[in-house]
Every structure is written in structure tokens, then in C-alpha cells.
């Protein structure tokens, strides 16, 4: 079994998503968790997670939302988070700093509330840091979380940064691209400090490359890192199902 720990999954980007679901459990992907991240997917993402067994859910709000989030947006994503047995973590949540740093500190703000709600719940946290990492590690290391760095594009050293303050990595599609550096990343942390996930319905995978993609395309990225370490695809199943399971609690889900 691989679980997709990072997908957005919506009416607007797939037509059928019973078919969606269908095909991950061909695939061998039989959990996906999908993130709401944007006010106006919450609620359609947490009506998924109540049709199907096989969602799960994390919540909260992307900075890119940073202008649109109210104080009583926050209360709505706590109570969110608090009253439903799908959703196993708040993200993705952060920093992205890739078209300006203009509203940096409003988008530091809201980062903070966000990570003090999960710290308050409990929960693990699902971080998105794009041009941005001296000032997320800055803001992590405040707090004593445990996550996972979504879609990780970073170099060694910062993913051996995050790695010793006990987060995952991310790693999707990009690391079948033939101008990633990822393998080094992969190489240097190794199979425990992984988690899978395809970022769907962007940055399919090799020989993908430019479609729409689907957590149906996991085992792809996964035999990609089966080759940089030279291990079988299993043992790549094995540890990042395990590292998910643990680190989201899906088992108690």
C-alpha cells in the first residue's frame, strides 16, 4: 500500500473522482490526504473526507490566502479541526516569498496563529516554503511540531536542517525531472526522512511531465527514489507508508 501525503482533489480540477479513487487502489495507492488549503475549498474538501473512506484531510491556510483570512476564519478552521475524525493535520501552511516579500510580515502572522493552533491540538503540520526557508526554520524552531516540508526543493544542508528538528520531507514529482537535484537530497537523508506525495493536480512525473496529475502516479516517484538508493520498490512502500502512518497517526483515524 503507498498513501499520497499531499494532494488537492476537487471538482473544478477532476471531472469524476470515484474514477480518481479507483484508479489510486489500481495503482496500489489506497490513502490519499488532501489539502484544503484555500478558503473556498475547506468545505468541500472536509464533504469529501465524509464520502470517502480512503480521504483523509489536512486544513489550513495557504499564505498565498493571507489577504482573505480573518480572525474568524481562524475560529472556523479550529473548530474544523477539532470536530472531524478525517483531518489529521493543519496545512499546508507557511511562507512563500517567490513574487515579493512585500507582505512578509502579515504572512509571518499568520503562519504563527496557525502553528499555535496546531501546537494547542496536537496536530502535525504541513509546510509550504517556496524563497523563504531562512525565515520558516527561523519560525519552526520556535515551536517543538512535528510535519513534514511539502514538496522539499531545497539543498542538502536545509534538509539536514529540517530533518534534525524532526520533520519529513516531501518529495513528488520533481524528482523524476532530468535538472532536479532532489536525488542529492534523497541520497543524503535517506528512506526514514520520506514521505510521498504528488502535490496533484500539479508537477506530474516523468514521463508525465506537463499533464494533469494523480495519486495514481505515486509509484512512480517511489521507484524513482528505489533507484537513488538502490533499494526494491517494496522497501520504498514499506518505509514511507510506516512514515506517514506514524507521523499523520492514520491509524487512529
Avoid: W
Wanted: proline share 2%; with cysteine.
Amino acid at each position: 500500500m503507498f498513501i499520497d501525503t499531499h494532494c488537492h482533489l476537487s471538482s473544478n480540477d477532476y471531472e469524476d473522482i470515484d474514477l480518481v479513487i479507483l484508479e489510486n487502489k489500481e495503482h496500489g495507492v489506497d490513502k490519499i490526504i488532501v489539502s484544503g488549503c484555500e478558503k473556498n475549498s475547506v468545505e468541500e474538501s472536509v464533504q469529501l473526507a465524509n464520502k470517502y473512506s480512503e480521504i483523509y484531510l489536512t486544513l489550513g491556510y495557504h499564505p498565498s490566502e493571507v489577504d482573505d483570512i480573518s480572525d474568524d476564519d481562524l475560529l472556523d478552521l479550529k473548530n474544523k479541526l477539532q470536530h472531524s475524525s478525517s483531518i489529521v493535520g493543519v496545512g499546508e501552511i507557511g511562507l512563500d516569498y517567490h513574487y515579493g516579500k512585500e507582505n512578509s510580515e502579515k504572512q509571518k502572522n499568520l503562519f504563527r496563529r496557525q502553528l499555535d493552533i496546531a501546537k494547542e491540538l496536537g496536530l502535525p503540520v504541513v509546510i509550504h516554503s517556496r524563497d523563504a526557508a531562512e525565515d520558516t526554520i527561523d519560525i519552526l524552531r520556535q515551536y517543538s511540531l512535528r510535519g513534514v516540508i511539502h514538496c522539499f526543493s531545497g539543498s542538502t544542508e536545509t534538509a539536514n536542517i529540517y530533518v534534525k528538528m524532526g520533520y519529513k520531507l516531501g518529495i513528488g514529482g520533481v524528482v523524476t525531472f532530468q535538472n532536479s537535484n532532489l536525488y542529492k537530497v534523497v541520497q543524503n537523508v535517506g528512506i526514514d526522512n520520506i514521505v510521498l506525495e504528488t502535490d496533484s493536480p500539479y508537477l506530474a512525473p516523468v514521463p508525465y511531465r506537463g499533464t494533469k496529475n494523480s495519486s495514481k502516479n505515486i509509484p512512480i516517484i517511489a521507484q524513482k527514489i528505489a533507484d537513488i538508493l538502490d533499494i526494491s520498490l517494496e522497501q520504498v512502500e514499506k518505509c514511507t507508508t510506516k512514515n506517514a502512518i506514524e507521523l499523520f497517526d492514520l491509524n487512529n483515524h
